[in-house]
């Protein structure tokens, strides 16, 4: 259900029981644990009751509000109601994740039961960076990993790690390939990426010690997908030139269109060439979970690795992302390193350190939001979600083709779909009608240097009269 404008003021905070909950010690007894919690949740308990009818975004951030927020904390402490009050006040302006209305950049309703479980591990405070600290809790990061690695048909000998996000797995990713097929001297290797690839890699490459000239972008097709003959051209040229290339990136869905390169051509290029493949597939990854998707991004079986935000395609709060590669020796090779007070990995549990498979050491016990949300719901609705989401994408499509004045030369492969105007003067007022109702938040991006609009769709509150909604509001625009 979605109102016609959102009213712009929140609805009445929770009520909450005055608690003496000023400055509780650091170690609160048990009832006052329980009062604290139950503080708490009453904010939840209110931003997941209003999750289906909120706008998609919010008021500007008040000045005063924000300076108030930047106070330094106070020697003797202040009660938790003003504290939370502060904080709701705080999360009135910016854009509303939890919104169905929410279709821009990549949308992550987030989860409520991932939520409980970030508390739980939080709370619980085990050390996952080494494995005879928590080798349960590693057991299960672990597990998490092979049920992805499985998902897309790695092998046996594949292996990964939970990051923050899918930054931090194109960073691990590109510097595992460096160290597999460049070793320690890497002044003339080159990376190939197309002008859609998302800018994290270029980021990683560089963090990773490459100059920019070692990136080589490559042409693509008029479906914006990576031109394999190019690719091949690329590196012949590269190679003579006494270059050595070393990695080709590829998306499964890049985050302006959701569109795929022909991972099978690159694949075979890859194998052909000695190189290593990574497919970004950190929006679209979780699409192997459906029929539908597993056609579109097939080839990503055959990757060296792939990067993947659970916390886009699974709703896992922000914060949890995942780099899989199909030999773990890669992995461990790329990320050497041992404190002398560190004993030798597995030297008591006999399960791999997780401190030994990416950059991190100390590190939040990320897998338990997913894996407590998994076992609970069951891999079916994050399924039927995804599958939504698809069905969602191909009906805007059909309905943004038969509108004057709008283009839609990119059929979406996932559920990103992007619309260019025959006016981009008429784009850019359209996005301001949309985004001054607040219904429905959409983000722009420029292609082939044109102003284009997307509707990102992966979040499972989306209905189709969200779309509608927007729909309607650019016809306005169109109309004049
Ligand atoms: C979101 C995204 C990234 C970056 O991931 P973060 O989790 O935001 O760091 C990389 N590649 C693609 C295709 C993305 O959609």
Not at 150 to 166: D, E, K, P, R, W
Not at 275 to 281: E, I, K, N
Not at 304 to 322: Q, R, T, Y
Not at 345 to 359: F, K, N, Q, T
């Amino acid at each position: 259900m979605i109102v016609d404008a959102p009213d712009p003021r929140w609805a009445k905070p929770p009520e909450r029981a005055t608690l003496n909950l000023m400055s509780p010690s650091l170690e609160p007894g048990h009832q006052e644990r329980a009062e604290l919690a139950e503080t708490v949740l009453a904010v939840l308990q209110d931003w997941f009751d209003r999750a289906d009818t909120m706008p998609a975004s919010g008021i500007a951030l008040d000045e005063a509000l924000a300076a108030r927020l930047m106070n330094p904390p106070s020697d003797d402490g202040r009660d938790l109601d003003a504290i939370l009050s502060d904080l709701e006040e705080a999360g009135r302006s910016g854009v509303y994740h939890p919104s169905g209305g929410h279709l821009s950049y990549i949308p992550n309703a987030g989860l409520y039961t991932a939520a409980l479980a970030d508390f739980l591990a939080a709370g619980l405070n085990r050390y996952t960076g080494v494995s005879h600290a928590a080798p349960g809790m590693s057991v299960i990061e672990h597990g998490m990993v092979r049920w992805m690695t499985t998902l897309f048909g790695l092998g046996g000998s594949a292996s990964g790690v939970l990051l923050s996000g899918g930054s931090m797995a194109n960073f691990t990713g590109v510097v595992a390939a460096r160290t597999a097929r460049l070793g320690d001297e890497f002044g003339n290797g080159v990376i190939y990426v197309t002008p859609h690839t998302h800018h994290s890699v270029e980021k990683a490459a560089r963090i990773a010690g490459f100059r920019k000239d070692q990136v080589r972008i490559v042409t693509v097709d008029a479906d914006l997908r990576m031109e394999p003959d190019s690719l091949r051209a690329a590196i012949a040229a590269d190679r003579a030139a006494g270059l050595n290339p070393f990695l080709v990136v590829g998306s499964a869905g890049t985050t302006d269109t959701g569109t795929v390169d022909p991972l099978q051509s690159l694949a075979r290029i890859v194998a052909d060439e000695g190189l290593w493949l990574h497919v970004d597939a950190a929006y679209g990854g979780f699409f192997q979970l459906t029929e539908r998707g597993r056609a579109a991004i097939a080839g990503i079986e055959l990757a060296d690795s792939i990067a993947i935000d659970p916390h886009k395609g699974l709703s896992i709060p922000f914060g949890v992302g995942a780099l899989l590669v199909r030999d773990e020796g890669h992995l461990i090779d790329a990320n050497q390193g041992r404190g002398a007070y560190l004993l030798e990995d597995d030297h008591y549990s006999g399960i791999r350190d997780i401190a030994s498979l990416g950059p991190e050491l100390s590190r939040p016990f990320r897998a338990l939001q997913m894996w407590l949300p998994l076992h609970l719901h069951g891999v079916a609705p994050f399924r039927e979600a995804l599958d939504s989401s698809l069905d969602l994408a191909a009906y805007a499509y059909r309905r943004l083709s038969g509108i004057d004045g709008l283009q839609t030369p990119w059929q979406p492969d996932l559920s990103i779909v992007a619309f260019r105007f025959d006016d981009d003067e008429l784009g850019h007022r359209a996005l301001e009608a949309v985004n001054q109702n607040r219904v429905v938040h959409v983000s722009p991006t420029t292609i082939e240097d044109r102003f284009v609009l997307r509707f990102a769709i992966l979040n499972r509150r989306t209905t189709q009269d969200h779309i509608d909604h927007a729909i309607d509001i650019i016809e306005k625009t169109l109309i004049g």
